[in-house]
């Protein structure tokens, strides 16, 4: 499974759209597959959407996004690598719409409906997003992602009123140097507003209470990066609130295996539902071997972080807590400097995790041998092993008994020469898994802490899959790992603490086991 593609609600169903190969675990003969589900949680495969079976596709059905209009009309939008390897933007619609399943897709003749314009590489333009309508003339709006000779990234917006015929606006959407190729382009609308917890319709104008997000997937690093700022409806263009976090130099989605993302607007739970693709970290050869690769994260609810301002939360949609079986609680734990604190909660292969910490850091008041934030990162500080005045501590999921496969996810505090506490959230993969043909990293980031919050973490595991949100889903990281002792009964949970200087208090640690989502084909 590769990223996904015009994710949408239709008449009571879920869709996911996602690039894959039916003939191996390798990229490659990309068709598009396909799956609902009524939740978002249990989904059911159905036969092959869309396979490349024409000239202007027949390289590949990639990326693509669904538009509703308000007939209730679904277009569709992709990109085709054509015989000769160019991209371009083709259509497709339902060919029965009276079908909730979406089974069988009409591509138009039409098709391609664009190609890349003067000025913009023929490999370098690809993945339209769901279209807005703009409040200036109430025509239709796509932007695509690509980049220029300079190698700065960018994207570009076409205006159309029909999806047949479009015209390239003259201005850019946005532009950052330095940035390079731009794919999975995604805008979107937020809410500014602490009083408004729903997401917003694609379309919503701009104006007093909006916000909107623009992100791009970074081809030269492959990671999603966003900024918050503000859309012109006028001048079809978008302006970062901080320049020094534009999009591709400031802040990500996740900070670990997370991918080609992109969102949609759920009329039902009034929110914004984000999709990311989690990669694979091990060999071409294990991924043939096991016959399979890669997969889509949980699906997580996207909104404003109201309190700051500045950034986004992120967190598993309500639907992930139908899973939840029995749970334990273990709560007022002390977890001393040095210390690992085993936990029973049995089989500990798929759990959910909520954990508060309350931490003392006095005895580091007027010890100063660290300079403050500057001086620490998640990829160079030694990972959950590297003993600093107030971090590491956290969690140690996927272990086994004797820790020799842990993966560690966890606070670290740096105090400044202003005495101000900055605080990293990070996860450690170094030591998860025995396996020697595996990428193996430290994740992490800063993340905000407001006066008067403890250090809150939320952690979901799925046998090789760590996904963590910290304080609320300010930071999240995904990390793909593959134990082969902290397996199954095998699979532990330890609380550690590996500061010299402070002392850790769970304050709330509750932690479910996960039923399975029983994936399976669909039957009629």
Request: hydrophobic fraction near 40%; aromatic fraction near 10%; include cysteine.
């Amino acid at each position: 499974m590769d990223r996904s593609a015009g994710p949408l609600y239709y008449k009571g169903w879920y869709h996911l759209f996602y690039q894959w190969n039916p003939d191996s675990a390798v990229w490659g003969n990309i068709t598009w597959g396909h799956a609902v589900s009524r939740d978002l949680i249990h989904w059911l495969h159905l036969p092959l959407a869309m396979v490349p079976d024409h000239w202007y596709d027949i390289n590949g059905v990639w990326t693509g996004s669904a538009t509703q209009l308000p007939d209730g009309r679904i277009v569709m939008l992709y990109t085709g690598a054509t015989e000769e390897s160019v991209q371009v933007q083709n259509l497709a619609e339902p060919a029965d719409p009276n079908d909730p399943l979406l089974r069988e897709w009409s591509k138009a003749e039409a098709n391609p409906v664009l190609v890349p314009p003067p000025g913009i590489g023929l490999t370098d333009f690809r993945d339209p997003t769901t279209a807005w309508r703009n409040p200036a003339d109430s025509a239709w709006r796509i932007t695509i992602g690509s980049k220029d000779r300079d190698h700065a990234g960018l994207a570009l917006v076409y205006k159309t009123e029909d999806f047949l015929h479009y015209d390239l606006l003259p201005t850019l959407l946005h532009v950052v140097k330095g940035t390079g190729m731009w794919e999975c382009v995604d805008l979107y609308p937020v809410s500014t507003s602490p009083a408004v917890e729903d997401g917003l319709e694609t379309s919503t104008p701009p104006g007093p209470g909006v916000k909107h997000v623009l992100k791009a997937s970074l081809d030269d690093d492959r990671n999603d990066y966003y900024a918050i700022g503000t859309y012109d409806g006028e001048t079809d263009t978008w302006t970062p609130d901080n320049a020094d976090i534009d999009v591709g130099i400031g802040l990500r989605y996740d900070y670990g295996k997370f991918y080609a993302s992109k969102t949609f607007y759920d009329p039902v739970g009034r929110r914004r539902v984000l999709w990311g693709w989690i990669g694979e970290t091990d060999s071409e050869r294990a991924d043939i071997l096991k016959g399979w690769a890669s997969l889509q994260s949980i699906p997580r609810t996207v909104m404003l972080d109201t309190k700051t301002g500045s950034n986004l939360l992120q967190w598993p949609v309500v639907e992930v807590e139908n899973l939840r079986m029995h749970g334990k609680s273990f709560d007022g734990l002390d977890v001393s400097p040095g210390s690992v604190v085993p936990l029973d909660v049995g089989k500990a292969t798929q759990l959910d995790i909520e954990a508060v910490f309350e931490v003392d850091t006095s005895a580091a008041d007027g010890v100063v041998t660290e300079a403050g934030a500057a001086a620490y990162s998640c990829g160079t500080g030694g990972g959950a092993v590297g003993r600093g005045l107030m971090g590491p501590f956290g969690l140690l999921v996927l272990a086994d008994d004797q820790l020799s496969e842990r993966t560690a996810v966890f606070f670290y505090l740096v105090k400044g020469v202003d005495g101000n506490l900055t605080t990293f959230f990070c996860q450690d993969e170094l030591r998860s898994s025995k396996a020697n043909d595996l990428v193996k990293r430290v994740y992490g980031s800063l993340v905000p802490v407001l006066d008067g919050e403890n250090l809150s973490i939320r952690i979901l595991v799925d046998h090789s899959i760590v996904e963590g949100f910290a304080q609320g889903g300010r930071t999240c990281i995904t990390s793909r790992v593959y134990p082969t002792k902290a397996i199954y009964e095998s699979a532990k949970i330890f609380l550690f603490n590996n500061a010299t200087n402070v002392r850790v208090t769970a304050k709330s640690l509750k932690i479910w086991e996960l039923n399975s989502a029983y994936i399976r084909p669909y039957v009629d």
